[in-house]
């Protein structure tokens, strides 16, 4: 049985799916703990509904990152964790953090990566006026929102679209990817070499969703 620590700063929407799919497809894992950095991330109560434990990490708390990390990390390595998920943690993560968990620390990013790392990202995709956009699952490494792709999905950029309602397009995806990741690394079938990752036995790793344009006309 493997041992997920999963990670949030607020909704959650991400941690629910993974949770619902680890109980719905019977996994062979088990959610060990949900850690939030804020005492108000909404999240903590679906799982904690779900009989999850729940622990706060409050960022605010620690004079620099090294120490938040420091205090993160030595919560959730009292779980023994095979794999820490990262689900809209909104923390940037120090070097020692993340080579601590080097392989086996997942994150989902609301864009096509390497293109519109960082914060506003449909605000990004609209600005650059692309027409395909979506979300990554990849491992972290020390650059931000970089890291070995697992699996993307693209959805259509449609004219007249907000960052609201292209978030909205993205995140319906981000709850089919993420979970399907996480089931991948559960079952000993994702293999790193350099920036790729191979899956075994093979699978798409990536998702066409949305229709196109003038479908159904
Ligand atoms: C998701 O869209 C996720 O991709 C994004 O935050 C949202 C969290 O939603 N993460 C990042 O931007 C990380 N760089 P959720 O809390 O409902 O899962």
């Not at 605010?60 to 779980?79: H, K, N, P, T």
């Not at 994150?107 to 449909?122: A, D, Q």
């Amino acid at each position: 049985m493997k041992k997920l620590v999963i990670l949030i700063s607020g909704r959650g929407s991400n941690m629910e799916a993974i949770v619902r799919a680890c109980s719905d497809e019977g996994w062979p894992a088990q959610v060990a703990v949900v850690i939030a950095n804020r005492p108000d991330a909404a999240g903590l109560a679906f799982a904690a509904s779900h009989g999850i434990a729940t622990a706060v990490v409050d960022h605010r708390q620690f004079q620099d990152r090294e120490r938040f990390d420091a205090a993160l990390a030595a919560r959730i390595d009292g779980f023994e964790p095979d794999l820490l998920v990262l689900a809209g943690f909104m923390r940037v993560l120090t070097a020692g953090f993340v080579d601590r968990y080097a392989g086996r620390m997942l994150n989902v990013h609301p864009s096509l990566l390497p293109s519109f790392p960082g914060l506003k990202t449909h605000q990004q995709a609209l600005d650059a006026g692309v027409r395909l956009h979506g979300a990554s699952v990849h491992f972290v490494t020390s650059q931000l929102d970089h890291g070995p792709i697992v699996l993307q999905s693209a959805v259509p950029v449609e004219n007249g679209d907000t960052p609201a309602t292209l978030a909205e397009r993205v995140l319906a995806t981000e709850h089919i990817i993420y979970p399907r990741a996480v089931r991948w690394f559960v079952e000993g079938r994702l293999a790193l070499d350099g920036l790729r990752v191979t899956l075994t036995p093979p699978e798409p790793q990536w998702l066409f969703a949305g229709h196109t344009a003038g479908e159904g006309a």
